[in-house]
Nanobody
């Protein structure tokens, strides 16, 4: 069983920054591909960013390229999402996910085995 705990969400003005964290249970972290997704009210969960098991390869949704950066710290078994130049349309609940079978990065939520509880990000205009 993998446990994921997100944190770092909050209310920020447009143009501001936030850093999300996803703390993962330690033994599985180095063998997992990981990603960030978000879900706004009334919408499906959508891909934001993903990182490979090795941390070498990353992938981003077009809507966040150049503004968001995904990274992982193996010593702290934590996944991060640095979000800069935030826009009101970035408002959503953000979730981190884990895939234990593939090296990644993976863009489909259906490919993820475990999810965190989510953290709310609200960007005001």
């Amino acid at each position: 069983q993998v446990q994921l705990v997100e944190s770092g969400g909050g209310l920020v003005q447009a143009g501001g920054s936030l850093r999300l964290s996803c703390a993962a249970s330690g033994r599985t972290f180095s063998s997992a591909a990981m990603g960030w997704f978000r879900q706004a009210p009334g919408k499906e969960r959508e891909f934001v960013a993903a990182i490979s098991r090795s941390g070498v390869r990353t992938d981003y949704a077009d809507s966040v390229k150049g503004r968001f950066t995904i990274s992982r710290d193996y010593a702290k078994t934590t996944l991060y999402l640095q979000m800069n130049s935030l826009k009101p349309e970035d408002t959503a609940v953000y979730y981190c996910g884990v895939n234990m079978a593939y090296s990644g990065p993976l863009k489909s939520p259906a490919e993820y085995d475990y999810w965190g509880q989510g953290t709310q990000v609200t960007v005001s205009s």
